[in-house]
């Protein structure tokens, strides 16, 4: 998929995976990227203005919201679906609104972004749908079950969606990276990738066509043992979480 001189998406831009994805599609080429997220604001100085960056209000949850997001950016050809949540703790004592949080985001949201901007991807004359998913998507991170449970219900809804897409010009592609050094993992204790290493993965395999992109070294670590036998990485992250390493 050609990325110079494409107008992109990105969700969940204010920092993290989202910011690294803006900074990488514009050192590309793109001609412009909407940067959205529930508080447009520069994450360090100088982001907000760097040429052809479009920074956008956008709550994924909000139904009219992501509609007004599609009616602006009306000439959109490459979508990443990057915004996401993530409840850790007990699944048992979680509360219930807390996991339903993270599925509103991680599996709704991505829902809704899809139905809204895929005829207008189609209407630009095709392009791609990129959702930014996780490892936990293959299995369960017992200290974060409702994230996982809701990156699982969006990795088969990439499934669906390539199947429907795809006669109508527009690819669906999906990331699975491990841990990364983000603010939604500060308060974890293991090795974490870096975002921006993490984002030109991303990229590499979006302009290589890849429908799954495994972007760094834990993710493709993960992605081989859940080839070999999903259960051997099952039990290697409950593992973890007995060992108190989640």
């Known amino acids: 998929?050609?990325?110079?001189?494409?107008?992109?998406?990105?969700?969940?831009?204010n920092g993290g995976i989202g910011s690294a994805l803006v900074s990488e599609l514009l050192r590309r080429g793109v001609r412009r990227v909407y940067a959205a997220s529930r508080s447009p604001r520069a994450e360090t100085p100088g982001t907000a203005e760097a040429p052809g960056r479009l920074?956008?209000?956008l709550d994924v949850v909000d139904s009219s919201s992501v509609s007004s997001a599609a009616?602006?950016?009306?000439?959109?050809?490459?979508l990443f679906n990057n915004a996401g949540s993530m409840t850790r703790g007990s699944l048992l004592k979680t509360k219930l609104a807390d996991?339903?949080?993270?599925?509103?985001?991680?599996?709704?949201?991505?829902?809704?972004m899809v139905r809204a901007f895929a005829g207008v991807i189609e209407r630009?004359?095709?392009?791609?749908?990129?959702?930014?998913?996780?490892?936990?998507?293959?299995?369960?991170?017992?200290?974060?079950?409702g994230y996982s449970a809701s990156k699982a219900a969006a990795h088969s809804l990439t499934q669906s969606l390539r199947a429907e897409l795809a006669?109508?010009?527009?690819?669906?592609?999906?990331?699975?990276?491990g841990p990364v050094n983000t603010p939604m993992t500060r308060d974890l204790e293991i090795p974490k990738a870096d975002p921006n290493e993490v984002a030109r993965s991303i990229v590499d395999g979006v302009e290589n066509d890849q429908e799954d992109i495994v972007p760094d070294r834990m993710s493709r670590q993960a992605a081989d043992a859940w080839r070999r036998?999903?259960?051997?990485l099952e039990r290697q992250f409950a593992s973890?979480?007995?060992?108190?390493?989640m």
């Open 1 to 13: 998929m050609e990325i110079k001189d494409c107008i992109a998406f990105v969700t969940g831009a």
């Open 124 to 145: 630009n004359g095709g392009g791609g749908i990129v959702n930014i998913l996780s490892v936990s998507a293959w299995a369960s991170s017992p200290d974060a079950a």
């Open 71 to 78: 009616r602006l950016a009306h000439d959109v050809t490459l």
């Open 99 to 112: 996991v339903r949080g993270d599925m509103e985001a991680n599996f709704f949201g991505t829902y809704q």
């Open 55 to 57: 920074p956008l209000l």
């Open 229 to 232: 036998d999903p259960k051997v």
């Open 167 to 177: 006669p109508r010009g527009v690819a669906v592609l999906a990331a699975y990276p």
């Open 240 to 245: 973890l979480y007995s060992a108190g390493t």
